[in-house]
């Protein structure tokens, strides 16, 4: 059974510092997501990383895909308080389709 | 529509009671997904639907859930006898698996217990 972990699970950081949330999975996967969820809201597609060294980066966001290490980052550059939010990963496991297996997330919360 | 919509956005209904929540996903999606969020909570996967392919309901927690998808398009989460456990967030998501890799989510159903 896929697993999968995200540390930390919450994370309280100042504006203009710099951080990674991690996320671990237990099988092959042939995709990983992270996605954004603001209090009370759906959730806000981020990136999606299909192969082993893809890095992908949006504004102040970074996300990396090892499939070896099976390890997931999400590095986060001079936050700012409008990035406070939970963010979750989530992995398709190889041979399951498309079902997604999400993580615990991580709730980011940035202070002024 | 542009987006996935989920209707209704918002259910109290007292226990015992059936509800039915439904999805209408992207059009030309042929992949849909329902997930669960319980009050700070991750998502838990319920079931999954692709194009005419037996659905994946390994997610369903009870014999109380059930769900179909008519037509290859809209799809509806039925749940008899509610529960104060039922009392969650149903959010539903879609695909096309031939173009992109994006998996879209909608707003989700608020559902209440009481």
């Known amino acids: 059974e896929l697993k999968v972990e995200q540390n930390p699970l919450f994370l309280s950081m100042q504006e203009g510092k710099n951080y990674t949330i991690y996320c671990n999975y237990s099988t092959t996967s042939d995709r990983l997501y992270w996605y954004r969820q603001d209090p009370g809201k759906s959730l806000e597609s981020l990136f999606v990383?299909?192969?082993?060294?893809a890095v992908k980066q949006e504004g102040r966001l970074m996300a990396s895909l090892d499939t070896k290490a099976r390890l997931s980052t999400l590095h986060i550059t001079a936050a700012v308080h409008d990035l406070s939010a939970t963010y979750f990963c989530?992995?398709?496991?190889?041979?399951?389709?498309?079902?997604?297996?999400f993580g615990t997330g991580t709730r980011l919360q940035v202070t002024l | 529509g542009a987006g996935v919509s989920q209707s209704p956005s918002n259910k109290v209904t007292e226990k015992g009671k059936d509800v039915e929540l439904r999805c209408d996903p992207i059009?030309?999606?042929?992949?849909l997904y329902w997930y669960r969020q319980s009050l700070g909570q991750g998502l838990e996967f319920l079931i999954y639907f692709q194009g005419n392919s037996a659905p994946d309901k390994s997610g369903l927690p009870s014999d109380r859930f059930s769900a179909e998808r008519t037509g290859g398009s809209v799809s509806t989460l039925t749940i008899q006898r509610t529960q104060q456990e039922d009392s969650a967030v149903y959010l539903c998501a879609s695909l096309n698996p031939g173009y992109g890799n994006t998996i879209y989510f909608g707003e989700g159903s608020w559902l209440t217990v009481v």
């Open positions: 989530a992995v398709v496991n190889t041979g399951t389709a498309s079902k997604l297996t």
């Open positions: 990383l299909l192969s082993n060294g």
């Open positions: 059009s030309g999606h042929t992949a």
